[in-house]
């Protein structure tokens, strides 16, 4: 099926001063006022992009292929594919990559290649797409997620039984060691200092991925969306750490692909406690190298170690 290309809004960066820097569509430069002890210098400073995505899924029957928006989200441009998947995995409408025939961004004219503000996604025939069930499609922010669940339960019933079935454990001072480690992997938040991360990590603390955008929940979409990609879910070996907090919908989508630990450098809200302690997950909130809370399941933790 041939795919239109679909009219946007400008992006920020063609309305206003802020110009993208380089090669990268997630970073910009704008000259800003520096107040320095009674002084005012004119200087060039670095900011995280931030502009909406929306993403469109084509489906139904060969005889009668519909297309429907189902979510705009703030984010910063990049791994937008990734962003699409991993939204699409956490909310239940895809399983794995076979149920996805068509996977493509809709460029805006005079944009980098490969970067535009929609993604199409091309359900097979056989998959079923209920639009009424989707609990995110309405307009959501990078700030708070999504606004409006359809149902706190709906979201709840939705998540398949993995991460009680694992045998994932992690030594204290290794899981201290892991915030200072996603700062050292956060390439863009060197430059700009406005990016949340989501990062993957192994039982010996290496963390294996990373993915950094201005929403925090956008940052885990597009990393478990790499993970869908590759054909490595669910994330039954693998703990997540969030440069965050902990929020209902960040430990519901840990919870989707499966991984069993969840640990916040913020502190969880008590949806989070209460969501992971049903799924048999392990949650630690307020990570730093030598302290830690740990809200569920604490035998995942090997103190002393």
């Known amino acids: ?57 084509i489906h139904g029957p060969a005889d ?42 809709v460029e805006l004219p005079g944009a980098a290649a490969g ?21 995110r499609n309405v307009y959501t922010t990078s700030s708070c997620g999504v606004c409006g669940k359809a149902s706190i339960d709906a979201v709840r019933i939705q998540i398949p039984d993995h991460a009680g ?3 994932f454990a992690i030594g204290q001072a290794i899981l201290g060691g892991l915030p200072r480690q996603l700062r050292e992997q ?24 990373i993915a950094e955008d201005v929403g925090r929940h956008n940052a885990l979409d597009k990393l478990v969306g790499s993970f869908l990609s590759g054909d490595r879910l669910p994330m039954s070996g693998l703990g997540l750490i969030f440069s965050g907090r902990a929020s209902f919908e960040l430990v519901q989508k840990a919870a989707m692909a499966g991984c069993p630990f969840v640990a916040a450098i913020g502190p969880p809200s008590s949806l989070a406690v209460e969501l992971a302690a049903e799924q048999r997950m392990t949650l630690v909130g307020f990570l730093r190298e030598r302290r830690f809370n740990i809200y569920t399941l604490p035998h995942r933790v090997l103190l002393g170690a």
């Open 64 to 105: 009668h292929r519909v297309e429907r928006s189902v979510a705009v989200t703030m984010r910063t441009p990049g791994d937008d594919l990734a962003l699409a998947l991993g939204f699409l995995y956490g909310e239940g409408v895809v399983r794995a990559m076979e149920d996805i025939t068509g996977l493509a961004p």
């Open 115 to 135: 970067v535009g503000n929609t993604v199409r996604v091309e359900l097979a025939t056989t998959a079923v797409f209920d639009a009424d069930a989707l609990t």
């Open 1 to 57: 099926m041939p795919w239109s290309r679909l009219a946007c809004c400008p992006s920020s960066s063609e309305v206003s001063l802020v110009r993208p820097v380089g090669d990268s569509a997630g970073v910009a430069g704008v000259e800003v006022d520096v107040v320095d002890d009674g002084r005012v210098l004119r200087q060039r400073d670095l900011v995280s992009v931030e502009e909406p995505l929306e993403i469109r899924v």
């Open 186 to 209: 956060q390439q863009q938040f060197d430059r700009t200092g406005g990016l949340h991360a989501s990062g993957a990590f192994d039982v010996s603390g290496r963390i294996v991925a």
């Open 165 to 167: 079935r694992d045998s």
